[in-house]
């Protein structure tokens, strides 16, 4: 694992920018193309903003296969959708083809969306590997839409599944553990005092939170705090 403890919020988001600058750059010359799982949330927010507003002509917008590491069961223009955020934060702001563009067909069933989208992940041959995969880290220790306590937390096959998440009384449509620890480069953004407990006891305590599964089988494993994320001392 690389930790790696910036001074700021927006010093995070720049390291993430330069992160994605280098990996998208580095696909695109190997293999032509750069595919990307996108995550929701405040710290992903302004990394997308940042990408457009500062390193848009270092990108190959292009060559870039968005998808999405999970989603609410909301339609597209809904306030909560994941979609939405990052439509809004970058990608109506730059020349993406709408093809290149995966999202989760969230306004269906959830167990429907969840299949059609591991049939479009499949899509992309073999064994699916994205080359960077984006997620955070929730209060309660969960990442993308895999809570504690999941079923989720078992799935050996399903790429993408759709549990339903009690807390939250609703349904979720998430990637599952082995497409995320099959990511090339699989970073978690994380910003905030609030998140400084749990930050301390995914990455130091006994293994009993989901973001701990994630560990990449043949991949980089990244994990970007700001200073107020940062373990409590």
């Known amino acids: 694992m690389d930790l790696r403890v910036l001074n700021s919020k927006e010093d995070l988001a720049r390291a993430a920018a330069e992160h994605f600058v280098s990996k998208s750059s580095e696909a695109v010359a190997q293999k032509g193309s750069f595919t990307v799982a996108l995550s929701g949330g405040s710290t992903p927010k302004a990394l997308y903003e940042l ?76 064994n699916p590997r994205l080359d960077l995969i984006l997620l955070g880290l929730g209060a309660d220790g969960h990442t993308a839409s895999i809570f504690p306590g999941s079923e989720v937390l078992d799935e050996t096959e399903r790429l993408v599944a759709a549990p339903w998440v009690q807390k939250l009384n609703a349904y979720r449509i998430t990637m599952t553990l082995p497409l995320l620890n099959n990511g090339a480069s699989v970073v978690f953004l994380v910003s905030g005092a609030e998140k400084a407990q749990i930050v301390k006891e995914v990455l130091e305590g006994p293994e009993k939170y989901p973001a701990q599964a994630v560990k990449p089988h043949n991949g980089e494993l990244i994990w970007m705090l700001d200073q107020d994320a940062a373990f409590i001392v």
């Open 51 to 126: 990408l457009v507003d500062q390193f848009f002509d270092q990108i190959p917008w292009a060559n870039i296969h968005f998808y999405w590491s999970d989603e609410r069961h909301v339609p597209p223009d809904h306030p909560d959708s994941n979609y939405r955020m990052a439509n809004q934060a970058m990608l109506s702001r730059v020349p993406v083809s709408p093809a290149n563009v995966h999202r989760v067909i969230s306004e269906k069933p959830a167990a429907d969306a969840a299949r059609d989208y591991e049939d479009t992940i499949k899509e992309i041959g073999g």
